[in-house]
């Protein structure tokens, strides 16, 4: 696992940096210590669903919300960071991934700047590419550690939403491509299976489990369970 730089060297460098992929630092007081020693292994994305980035900013710093983020990412590229990647911030709440709870313990989460009702833009997306490449070499975070809102909140959560550009990580080599998991039987309780064995553990019905996936995967996808479902 890498370590974080301290503190007061990223915060001194953020404040005088001009490079644009140089996250600017605006603090949040909504984080503490990672629990019981866990270090960064997953990477949350997530949309912010607020009508702007100032909004957005103002709710994730703001004590009474009891949420936060390591990063938000403006629609223009511009890094805003809140949290350091040290520390624990308050972004995933309840779920799992992999058997893995207390996901905040385990993981950076970053925020888009987005409705959650329009694509991504090139160059929020350009940024994303080059922060999520910094935090997988830092803390040694592989392509599956990469994952959305959704994956580890099937049952409450849609971000970063059908809009989202997966594959465009997935060339990069920045989140998992799909892999096949079909195993013989093709009904719901051979998906269930198969979509535990791709990561999704949250305890939810079928019906939920197979709209996550398909968030996911295949977000133009509809009806009943087909083989590329399997696709996981």
Not at 97 to 112: P, Q, Y
Not at 141 to 150: D, F, L, Q, R
Not at 161 to 169: A, C, H, K
Request: aromatic share 6%; net charge negative.
């Amino acid at each position: 696992m890498g370590t974080a730089m301290p503190a007061l060297g990223i915060r001194r460098s953020i404040a005088t940096s001009t490079d644009s992929s140089v996250p600017v630092w605006h603090g949040s007081p909504n984080c503490g210590p990672r629990r019981d020693g866990l270090t960064p292994s997953l990477v949350v994305v997530h949309y912010t669903a607020m009508r702007n980035k100032q909004v957005a900013l103002e709710r994730l710093c703001d004590p009474s919300a009891e949420v936060s983020a390591h990063y938000l990412i403006c629609t223009g590229g511009t890094i805003i960071q809140m949290v350091e990647e040290a520390d624990r911030a308050w972004h995933a709440g309840a779920g799992e991934w992999r058997d893995m709870t207390d996901i905040n313990s385990r993981s950076i989460g970053i925020e888009l700047d987005n409705a959650g009702d329009h694509p991504f833009p090139d160059p929020q997306m350009r940024a994303l590419e080059t922060l999520l490449s910094g935090i997988m070499s830092r803390w040694s975070v592989p392509p599956e550690g990469i994952i959305g809102h959704s994956d580890m909140a099937p049952a409450r959560k849609f971000d970063p939403g059908p809009r989202f550009d997966w594959t465009r990580l997935e060339r990069l080599g920045l989140a998992a491509p799909a892999q096949d998991f079909a195993e013989g039987d093709l009904e719901a309780a051979g998906f269930i299976r198969a979509a535990q064995k791709a990561g999704f553990t949250a305890d939810v019905p079928f019906e939920t489990l197979l709209a996550a996936t398909r968030l996911r995967r295949a977000p133009w996808r509809s009806g009943p369970l087909q083989r590329a479902d399997f696709l996981l």
